[in-house]
């Protein structure tokens, strides 16, 4: 069966960084896209940034631009989110999700992933 394991988040400082990690069993990542969520509390689940399969184009929200990086390597079946300059609205549940047909077009539509992983909780606070 598909898995997908989040790892990395914990509580930081605001202009601290993080690095979470989303790894893949049962299934290769080469040919998806994959895209990162964040939920905070009483607010819905918005996208963060995503990468495609074939050309590795990279999209990001504005809230993060500049910020977050995302990257993948796919011999690790691995993808990565790098968080840089955090600030506390950045607090949420961080999710990966698998888009299986490769493109990150429309991204933020939750609807186009197949798999989802358990999420990791990322808090920034003084």
């Known amino acids: 069966q598909v898995q997908l394991v989040e790892s990395g988040g914990g509580l930081v400082q605001p202009g601290e960084s993080l690095r979470l990690s989303c790894v893949a069993s049962?299934?290769?990542?080469?040919?998806?896209?994959i895209g990162w969520f964040r939920q905070a509390p009483g607010k819905e689940r918005e996208a963060v940034s995503c990468?495609?399969?074939?050309?590795?184009?990279?999209v990001y929200a504005d809230s993060v631009k500049g910020r977050f990086t995302i990257s993948r390597v796919n011999a690790k079946n691995t993808v990565y989110l790098q968080m840089n300059n955090l600030k506390p609205e950045d607090t949420a549940v961080y999710y990966c999700?698998?888009?299986?047909?490769?493109?990150?077009?429309?991204?933020?539509?939750?609807?186009?992933?197949?798999?989802w992983g358990q999420g990791t909780q990322v808090t920034v606070s003084s």
């Open positions: 990468i495609s399969s074939t050309d590795g184009r990279t």
């Open positions: 049962g299934f290769t990542l080469d040919y998806s896209a």
């Open positions: 999700a698998i888009h299986t047909l490769g493109y990150c077009a429309g991204y933020g539509n939750h609807r186009m992933y197949d798999y």
